[in-house]
C-alpha cells in the first residue's frame, strides 16, 4: 500500500501546520520524522478506538487525529519549533517499549516541515 502525506510547509518558529496521511485502510497509524543526519524516528500514533501515543518531544504541541470515513489521519502541530524540521511520514505501526515502530519497507514521500524564521 501507499501512504500519502501532504500539508507540509515553511513556518516561522511558534507557528502551526496540520499534516494528512491517506491510510488506505490500516488502522494503527503512526508518524514518523526524519531529519537531516538523523535516523526517522516515530513521534505519534493512533489506533481505531483513537487511543493515542505521543514522543515526550512532542507532547503537549502535537495532536493526532483521524477520520476513519475519509481513511485520514491528522498530524496538527502547534508551537513549531526550528528541531520539529524534517520530512514526516505516516504508516502502519505499533506502540512497544515506549517506541513507535513501522515495519513497513514501501514507504510514502512523506511531507516537508521547515521551520525557520
Known amino acids: 500500500a501507499q501512504f500519502v502525506e501532504s500539508g507540509g510547509g515553511l513556518v516561522q518558529p511558534g507557528g502551526s501546520l496540520r499534516l494528512s496521511c491517506s491510510t488506505a485502510?490500516?488502522?494503527?497509524i503512526g508518524w514518523f520524522r526524519q531529519a537531516p543526519g538523523k535516523e526517522r524516528e516515530g513521534i505519534s500514533w493512533i489506533n481505531s478506538d483513537g487511543d493515542t501515543y505521543y514522543l515526550d518531544s512532542v507532547k503537549g504541541r502535537f495532536t493526532i487525529s483521524r477520520d476513519n470515513a475519509r481513511n485520514t489521519v491528522y498530524l496538527e502541530m502547534n508551537s513549531l519549533k526550528p528541531e520539529d524540521t524534517a520530512v514526516y511520514y505516516c504508516?502502519?505501526?505499533?506502540?512497544?517499549?515506549?517506541?513507535?515502530?513501522?515495519?513497513?519497507?514501501?514507504w510514502g514521500q512523506g511531507t516537508q516541515v521547515t521551520v525557520s524564521s
Open positions: 485502510g490500516f488502522y494503527d
Open positions: 504508516a502502519p505501526a505499533d506502540v512497544g517499549g515506549g517506541r513507535i515502530l513501522s515495519e513497513i519497507d514501501n
